[in-house]
C-alpha cells in the first residue's frame, strides 16, 4: 500500500518560499498513469488543489497559483517538491500530498498533512 509523508517548516515567514517534501514508500512516483498531487486546506475553507506531477515528469498547476508554484521531484528517493515563493498569512493551510491515477476522480493516497503557518 502506497503512503505518503510530508516534511518541512511548520512556520514561514512573510515574502519568503515556502518548501514541502513528500516521500513515497510502498510504490514509486513513476508507477504508470500515476499523479502526486500538493492539496491545502486554509482554516475554515475547503480544500484546494495546487498543483500535480506526473509519472512522466509533467507538470500541471492551479491557475490561480501557477505564477508562484513550483513542482518537481528526486526520483532517486522517491520524493516529490512543492515550493510556493512569496507566500503571505493567507498561505497559512494544512498541506497535504496525494496521488491518484489518471483516470479516477478520487485520490487513492494521501500524507496525513502538515500545518504551515506564515507569520512574522
Known amino acids: 500500500q502506497v503512503q505518503l509523508q510530508e516534511s518541512g517548516p511548520g512556520l514561514v515567514k512573510p515574502s519568503q518560499t515556502l518548501s514541502l517534501t513528500c516521500t513515497v514508500s510502498?510504490?514509486?512516483?513513476?508507477?504508470?498513469?500515476?499523479?502526486w498531487s500538493w492539496i491545502r486546506q486554509p482554516p475554515g475553507k475547503g480544500l484546494e488543489w495546487m498543483g500535480a506531477?506526473?509519472?512522466?515528469?509533467?507538470?500541471y498547476y492551479s491557475p490561480s497559483l501557477k505564477s508562484r508554484t513550483s513542482i518537481s521531484r528526486d526520483t532517486s528517493k522517491n520524493q516529490f517538491t512543492l515550493q510556493l515563493s512569496s507566500v503571505t498569512p493567507e498561505d497559512t493551510a494544512v498541506y497535504y500530498c496525494?496521488?491518484?491515477?489518471?483516470?479516477?476522480?478520487?485520490?487513492?493516497?494521501w500524507g496525513q498533512g502538515t500545518q504551515v503557518t506564515v507569520s512574522s
Open positions: 506531477i506526473a509519472y512522466s515528469g509533467s507538470t
Open positions: 510502498g510504490g514509486s512516483i513513476t508507477t504508470n498513469y500515476y499523479y
Open positions: 496525494a496521488g491518484r491515477y489518471y483516470y479516477t476522480i478520487a485520490f487513492g493516497s
